[in-house]
């Protein structure tokens, strides 16, 4: 149960992404046998800058890809499963091409990535998976003409390319990856869907916890509580700053700035005492005696 909610976590988050930047099918079935590809990812042919601010992630997903993220160490039927579903979309891209008489291009094939917290050197070694000079450790490149790769995201280097990723590891490397991600600026694209995302796992897992679950736990609530807390502050205060241009009339972006620093408390008590207030000066007072208290 616990590594069903693992994975089904990996392709949400995936999915949450993913999902502004191309299509996306989480899951995907291919017909010969049923089997699912966890998420087929096909970018769109323009997309925004905010996309290369997930490093490694956006660099795997430039081209079609499939990726299948799994939560344990991957073995060895399980990759053998994923090169099957690769082989089998291809052939499925093929017979769309010929069927409506277009060309299918190389760089239209999807690339499959592996995704898995460790593997062993055997397993890597008996796909005949090599490192490249021109890419990250921890990324093993299959055959050429396989087009794909595992990656080991326990040994992937810990900086901001490869932040996104290792949010799918597991135990310290998952939890490092939390605090880089809670230090992100709250604006920062990716970081509120993420905390959400992670929290409410660890919320699914509390009924069958393992001690690297619990540590996660402690981690993110206070990430997320916070989140909450200056969410609900932003919203309070535009709230008041509309009320306060209605009562008396536009305010300066200067009042604006102090009524955004306020405290969530203050910002209440300003909602109440603004109903007494039929000019600029009784805002300006306001402000003046509570930022002195």
């Known amino acids: 149960m616990t590594r069903f909610i693992y994975d089904q976590f990996s392709k949400d988050y995936l999915e949450e992404l993913l999902k502004n930047y191309g299509t996306v099918k989480a899951p995907s079935e291919v017909h010969s046998e049923t089997r699912e590809i966890d998420v087929y990812f096909t970018p769109f042919s323009e997309v925004d800058s905010s996309f290369q601010s997930l490093g490694l992630l956006s660099k795997l997903a430039t081209t079609p890809a499939i990726f299948e993220p799994y939560s344990n160490p991957v073995k060895i039927d399980e990759i053998l499963d994923c090169l099957v579903k690769l082989v089998e979309v291809r052939s499925l891209l093929k017979r769309e091409a010929k069927r409506n008489k277009t060309q299918l291009l190389n760089n239209q094939l999807p690339k499959l990535w592996i995704i898995t917290p460790t593997a062993s050197t055997n397993i890597i070694s008996g796909f005949n998976g090599t490192l490249k000079n021109d890419s990250l450790p ?49 604006n920062n694209p990716f970081r509120k869907i993420t905390l959400e995302l992670c929290y409410n796992l660890q919320k699914t897992l509390r009924t069958n916890q393992e001690s690297e679950d619990r540590e996660v736990i402690m981690r993110l609530t206070p990430f997320y509580q916070q989140d909450i807390a200056l969410e609900i502050h932003q919203k309070e205060s535009a709230f008041i700053i509309r009320l306060l241009n209605r009562q008396i009339g536009e305010i300066s972006p200067l009042l604006i700035a102090q009524i955004q620093k306020l405290p969530i408390e203050q910002i209440e008590s300003l909602g109440e005492a603004l109903l007494d207030f039929s000019k600029l000066d009784d805002l300006e007072t306001w402000l003046h005696q509570n930022q002195e208290s």
């Open 138 to 186: 921890g990324i093993y490149y299959l055959g050429e003409h396989l087009r794909a790769a595992i990656i080991v995201i326990h040994q992937l280097p810990c900086t901001q390319e490869t932040l996104w990723i290792r949010m799918l590891a597991r135990g310290k490397v998952q939890q490092q990856a939390i605090d880089e991600l809670a230090a992100l600026p709250a």
